[in-house]
DNA sequence: ATTGACTGATTGTCGGACAATCTCAGTGTG
DNA sequence: CACACTGAGATTGTCCGACAATCAGTCAAT
């Protein structure tokens, strides 16, 4: 018998160690509007809060930092990241180019690829149908569009497009208002989705294209005015 | 007086933590091939052999983890990131996706991210006229690549594809083997480049895809041949 | 051959300590 | 009043030492 055969591959027990319960915690705080962006996260009073050492603190706070969700400003501290305009336009920029390569890579992709799009959009349709969250309709909205990120199939695009995601979500966090918009945008991802299975490329493109601008403008809505001089 | 201009843009004093400088030494070892790949980085001997305490060893290798230089397993360790290769065929997928974007872009490209891409051109052509280690002349080949990702003018999406370059890096570090086509690729660049500015860019992709399909040819020889059952 | 127990090495987390640095109010000086 | 200096307090960066949990290997027992 081969030695690392494995016989139970449904099984698996993943260690979940006191560093990522904290990173999870305080993602999760970011994400409900807990913390509004610019809070400085001391880790005394974090460690304290949580019960939990400084050190343990320190590494989860560096994981948040790598992923873009806060800033490190040394000798000075940590911060939940504070997005302004031009984060928002690189953000919904870099969107436009992962998910435009997925759409146009539909036919190449593989079919598991294309049920995970149809997936996230019967999910969206069935909440906006019933009563759900404005947090749960968001989440299933960005589960479309990293479905479409995830065409690619490439691990490493994903990830950077689930950065992306939890910016916007953070970004998005506390604003909370159930915009109307809800079925016009269950609509536009319905004709976005038939037109990749009829094989219109380019109008899924132009498609997503217009969707994006809009995003991006009611995201920039959400960033507070600057003064101008 | 606006109270934050920066006078002197060319100026800064960072504060370069002792984090910082062990993770860029472990970097360093990286590239030049000094660890090889799988090799397992102990916190304990890297902190004595550093003159450092674990935690700050510690502390760096998080960072190369979520550089992806470095996989950590729980309980178990970090160790120096090998790539397979579904690694590289995604690293490869993942360049072209970004790459591509940028030089789509290259008519709406500020003046200045034009001129990276000339730049890295011909500063690529003076090393490969004269004596330059390999190290150099791939460090400047992947400064090209990485000047037409900065097409995109994204720092996120530039932020990615430097994480994509640098697992190249690692994947070539200790091969060296100076191949003789430096000369050819530095025509395909000059090629692409000279498309570029005619507003050839259709060409110009599909000069990009060729040229990536053959660096994954190439970088996919450098992983060590799985024993087939 | 499988199981179980023991050992040594390594990581994960903790708590405390201290210097370096930042912030800010207060103080003095012109 | 404007300005530079100073000092206290807070916070981070780094170090040290400790201990439980976990892992890899050995070896005996069934």
Redesign the pocket.
């Known amino acids: 018998m081969p030695e690392h055969e494995n016989n139970f591959p449904t099984l698996s027990v993943e260690?979940v160690?006191?560093?990522d319960r904290v990173a999870d915690e305080l993602r999760r705080a970011l994400f409900e509007g807990e913390l509004e962006p610019g809070t400085?996260?001391?880790?005394?009073a974090l460690a304290e809060s949580l019960?939990?050492?400084?050190?343990?603190v320190?590494?989860a706070l560096g994981l948040l930092v790598a992923d873009g969700l806060a800033d490190?400003i040394?000798?000075?501290?940590?911060a939940v990241h504070a997005l302004d305009a031009d984060d928002i336009r690189d953000v919904c920029h870099a969107r436009l180019v992962l998910e435009s390569s997925g759409i146009e890579r539909w036919d190449q992709a593989s079919e598991q690829a294309r049920d995970e799009v149809r997936a996230a959009l019967t999910e969206f349709n069935r909440l906006t149908a019933g009563t759900a969250t404005s947090q749960e309709i968001t989440a299933a909205h960005l589960a479309i569009h990293r479905a479409l990120a995830g065409l690619n199939e490439s691990p490493r695009l994903l990830g950077t497009a689930d950065a992306l995601y939890a910016e916007i979500r953070l970004a998005l966090a506390g604003v909370d208002r159930a915009r109307g918009n809800v079925r016009e945008q269950a609509h536009a991802h319905g004709d976005l989705v038939r037109l990749l299975e009829r094989g219109h490329i380019a109008e899924a493109l132009t498609d997503l294209r217009e969707h994006l601008a809009g995003a991006e403008q009611s995201l920039l809505e959400t960033v507070p005015a600057v003064d101008a001089p």
């Open positions: 260690p160690s006191i560093v400085a996260l001391r880790e005394v019960g939990v050492a400084r050190s343990t320190r590494e490190r040394p000798n000075k501290g940590t």
